[in-house]
């Protein structure tokens, strides 16, 4: 039989190859190697059009190709979260804007010197470090259960990737020495991944569409803390695939039933008939991360430690 330890040259008589089990046409790797060692430089060789079509970038992003990046961009963070056994996620959204508790002295700080308006602010965004902190210990928590199921890893902390909130979500699951993910989004303005997401966990997407999709498709609880237009949108896109039925109901805590409150008047929502009284119930008002864990074990029946309480 033929060896197969090494798979990266082409056999010196592919006719007399007669392992029955082996593939007989060469990898796209393979290939794309190939093209570069017997390519002369020659017009023809050397114009676009002769790129293979998966290594021309300028090819695939033309608008034609954008089904292609659809697909390119849900198979990625797919396929390399199955490999790293991630079978669910904790994912927790929130602001980019809130800070640590260790830098809401100097935020306090700097407001005395702001204009009033700037500085009411200012405190405002101090007074909820306390979200970044309870985010953190929900992260810690849940990570140190470390759960496996089925052989694979659940409640897997996902945040955005960015910072504030999402720090808090990745820094909690560092904290307890486990990995977590981060689903980055290209936006005009500089960005990048907080330093506690896991490097092989950190994803970037172009489209907003598919980055919420990968944030749902795995999660089995979802921890909202107070947050802007972002936030907003993860949230009530969720609630919504809930109410219509589109997706089975999770738990979802919502931290911060002052900030929520005021912002959106749900009680309201439901009073003018445009939702269910019964809607409300798809939410549960959290203050603490041993509120939101409590909630989540009560949902699925879990023993402290985790496991199926049956």
């Known amino acids: 039989m033929t060896d197969k330890t090494d798979k990266t040259q082409a056999p010196a008589n592919p006719g007399k190859d007669r392992d029955i089990d082996d593939r007989k046409f060469y ?13 002369p430089v020659t017009p023809q060789t050397q114009h676009p059009a002769y790129k293979l079509a998966f290594r021309d970038t300028d090819f695939m992003l033309r608008d ?23 079978g669910s996620t904790l994912v927790m ?27 009411r602010i200012a405190r405002s965004l101090a007074a909820k470090a306390k979200y970044y902190g309870e985010a953190q210990k ?48 290209v936006l005009p303005h500089e960005q990048a991944p907080n330093s506690y997401v896991t490097p092989y966990l950190a994803l970037n997407f172009h489209y907003f569409a598919l980055r919420k999709m990968h944030f749902l498709l795995r999660a089995r609880a979802v921890a909202v803390f107070p947050g802007g237009f972002g936030t907003f949108d ?7 695939l809930i109410q219509t039925g589109k997706m089975k109901p999770i738990p ?9 409150s005021r912002v959106v008047d749900f009680d309201a929502i439901a009073e003018e008939g445009t939702i269910s009284r019964k809607d ?9 991360a041993d509120e939101a864990w409590e909630h989540i074990r009560d949902f699925y029946d879990l023993t402290e430690n985790g496991q199926p309480a049956g």
């Open 27 to 39: 990898p796209a790797k393979q290939e794309a190697d190939f093209a570069d060692q017997v390519v």
């Open 64 to 86: 034609e190709l954008r089904p292609v990046r659809f697909q390119l961009e849900l198979l990625k963070p797919e396929m390399l979260l199955d490999e790293a056994r991630v």
């Open 93 to 119: 959204y929130g602001s980019a804007r809130i800070p640590s508790p260790e830098a809401a002295d100097e935020v306090l700080a700097k407001a005395e010197k702001l204009p009033e308006d700037e500085a």
């Open 138 to 185: 929900l992260a810690r928590m849940v990570s140190e259960k470390a759960i496996v199921e089925n052989g694979k890893r659940q409640f897997v902390v996902c945040s955005g990737g960015g910072p504030s909130i999402m720090e808090a979500a990745n820094r909690g699951a560092s904290d307890a020495g486990a990995e977590s993910i981060g689903l980055n989004i």
């Open 234 to 240: 993860e949230l009530f896109e969720l609630l919504t």
């Open 252 to 260: 979802i805590m919502l931290f911060g039933k002052d900030f929520w």
């Open 280 to 288: 409300l119930d798809l939410f549960h008002w959290c203050e603490t």
